[in-house]
């Protein structure tokens, strides 16, 4: 077997702060006091959000805004701003200003970790996905570990085993806040990866869990000569092959829907390229093995296999680690009961012992420190 290629392999991620402790105890005991009330802290920073609160705070600039102002301005009690504002103080989402005092002219501007609430992508999607998708589910997160299910899901009904099945019929307000979820990490990481699956110029792409086509899409735009076929739930696949119809791909998109999981789905004969983004991490490492056996069955030793993830412990920072990790939990409680963000190593093992074979891992794809895994059949 030919020697693993590692493109950009450099250092990204150091896990000695996993093994030292060097936080001192007072520090720690604000760190416990911050989880023990985190629930109600969320809470208090959504209400300021949808009620304007921390965007009149950031319109006021250095010279910040009082109580009242805040209140007139939002058209709610004195009491509500207070309370609401106090709370936000102690987590440093705003400050007081300079001149500021608590006897006389008391005004609020914004501090950094409340501009990062506001104005950063990432911590928008991740805040409103937390809220609009796992908050009430989390509750359940106790018994979906003992149970190997996501008990949290039937927050949206009791009709499905996994929130896939439920996308298509979830609110408008949730299902928004999933896909700018998934859209905002892996779409990102799509420029990258376009050039290196087609500098082998395929001719057929078989896109795995293709969702609402983006990806598709993106292909049919990088190469005139390119055919995809998407297979997903057959919610997906119908969703997949409007958005084709409206970017004019019909005749360079197909569908195929079905469970990659189930007896009866077979991939697409002839693809020269078989394409999955973010969607391994919907399934266990057994399952993973499952599907990898499917696809090496049904390729040829010619076929390239591309895995794109996020893998948190290919990061440059602990914050994005720290999401990943914490998008495990959305999976444990609301997705599926039983996967989750993957270690490099480990999803590699999983799917290589499915009968694929790792040819060249390319790191730090996109913003997000993206991971493209490119596999063939074992020979």
């Known amino acids: 077997m030919k020697k693993t290629k590692i493109e950009n392999d450099q250092a990204l991620f150091s896990p000695d702060f996993l093994k030292e402790e060097n936080i001192r105890a007072v520090d720690a005991k604000t760190r416990a006091q911050q989880i023990a009330f985190s629930p109600l802290s969320f809470q208090a920073i959504r209400a300021m959000l949808e009620l304007g609160l921390l965007q009149l705070i950031e319109d006021s600039g250095d010279e910040g805004i009082t109580s009242e102002t805040l209140a007139e301005k939002a058209g709610i009690s004195l009491y509500g701003v207070n309370v609401l504002c106090e709370m936000a103080l102690g987590m440093e989402v705003i400050k007081l200003s300079e001149d500021s005092t608590f006897e006389t002219d008391e005004r609020y501007i914004l501090g950094k970790i409340g501009w990062m609430l506001l104005e950063d992508e990432l911590t928008k999607a991740n805040f409103w996905f937390t809220n609009d998708i796992c908050y009430q589910g989390a ?26 099945e439920a996308l298509s019929s979830l609110p408008e307000r949730a299902k928004k806040s999933w896909f700018d979820f998934d859209h905002f990490y892996s779409d990102i990481a799509f420029p990258d990866a376009l050039p290196i699956v087609f500098e082998k110029k395929p ?23 390119i055919h995809v076929t998407i297979m997903d739930l057959p919610g997906q696949t119908a969703v997949a092959e409007k958005n084709a119809a409206a970017a004019g791909f019909t005749e360079r998109i197909s569908t195929r829907a079905g469970n990659i999981l ?32 499917k696809i090496a069955t049904s390729v040829s030793e010619n076929t390239w296999i591309y895995v794109l993830e996020p893998l948190w412990d290919k990061q440059h920072f602990a914050a994005s680690s720290y999401s990943l990790q914490a998008t495990s939990l959305y999976f444990t409680c609301m997705a599926n009961g039983n996967s989750k963000m993957y270690r490099y190593e480990e999803i590699v ?14 790191h730090n794809l996109g913003s997000n420190n993206y991971t493209l895994l490119a596999f063939q059949k074992k020979d």
């Open 139 to 164: 509750w359940d997160l106790l018994d979906s570990i003992k149970n190997g299910k996501p008990e949290g899901l039937k927050v949206f009904g009791d009709k499905w085993t996994t929130i896939y």
């Open 203 to 225: 001719k057929h792409l078989v896109d795995i869990g293709g969702n609402t086509a983006k990806w598709a899409i993106c292909c049919c735009k990088y190469d005139k000569n």
């Open 262 to 293: 189930g007896d009866s789905a077979v991939l697409p004969e002839g693809a020269d390229a078989v394409w999955m983004s973010q969607f391994l991490d919907c399934f266990s490492l057994h399952q993973i093995t499952k599907i990898a056996k």
């Open 349 to 362: 093992k999983a799917i290589e012992e499915g009968g694929l074979s790792l040819k060249c891992a390319h």
